[in-house]
Every structure is written in structure tokens, then in C-alpha cells.
């Protein structure tokens, strides 16, 4: 029971926020820094749901060995982009290196 409150409370309450700036529209003004800080959150909500899955993929602890295909195909996909700058290359090559890891190279 606690659960589907705390959920529906997130709706409701994201649902507001929401309402809120569609509502107020071009009211609402922020500054050039907030503009720009606001910039960074998609980088910053990306890299705090996918740091954890790469270095605690069971939620047990830090895996940090060869044997972590998540670990490894985050490497090798840091490596194609620097390299590269090509993101479906990217995204394509770091798939590859993960189910080959997870299912032949590795295991």
C-alpha cells in the first residue's frame, strides 16, 4: 500500500510541475544560467542511471573485473566515440562487444 502511494504521490506531484510551466508558458523566464545549467541534466540523469548498472550490474557491489560485460562494452564504447565521434557506431559497436562478452568472449 505504501508503494502505490509513494507512486501516485511522484505522479501527482510530476503532473503539477508539469502543469505549472505548460500553463504559465512564456510567463516564466529563467535566467541564462539556469538555461544552461538546466543543459547539463540530461547528461547528469543518463550518467546516474547508467554508472551503476555498468559497475554494480547485480547490485551486490562494485564488479570491477574482465569478467563484467557491461564493464567492458562501456569501455570499448568509450573508446569507439572518442575515436569515432559516431554515435550509432557507437551504440552499435558497444551492443556487439556486451552479447559477445556476455555470451562467447568472455564467460
Known amino acids: 500500500m505504501s508503494a502505490t502511494l509513494a507512486i501516485l504521490g511522484m505522479a501527482v506531484l510530476t503532473f503539477g510541475i508539469k502543469a505549472v510551466v505548460f500553463i504559465l508558458g512564456d510567463r516564466i523566464a529563467f535566467s541564462p544560467t539556469a538555461k544552461q545549467a538546466l543543459g547539463f541534466v540530461p547528461v547528469t540523469v543518463l550518467t546516474a542511471i547508467i554508472v551503476p548498472m555498468v559497475l554494480a550490474p547485480h547490485g551486490q ?7 563484467n560485460p557491461q564493464l567492458v562494452a562501456a ?3 568509450v573508446v569507439v566515440c572518442a575515436a569515432t565521434r559516431h554515435q550509432l557506431l557507437t551504440i552499435m559497436l558497444g551492443l556487439v562487444a556486451f552479447f559477445g562478452w556476455q555470451f562467447g568472449w568472455g564467460l
Open 61 to 67: 557491489g562494485l564488479e570491477l573485473t574482465w569478467r
Open 75 to 77: 569501455c570499448f564504447a
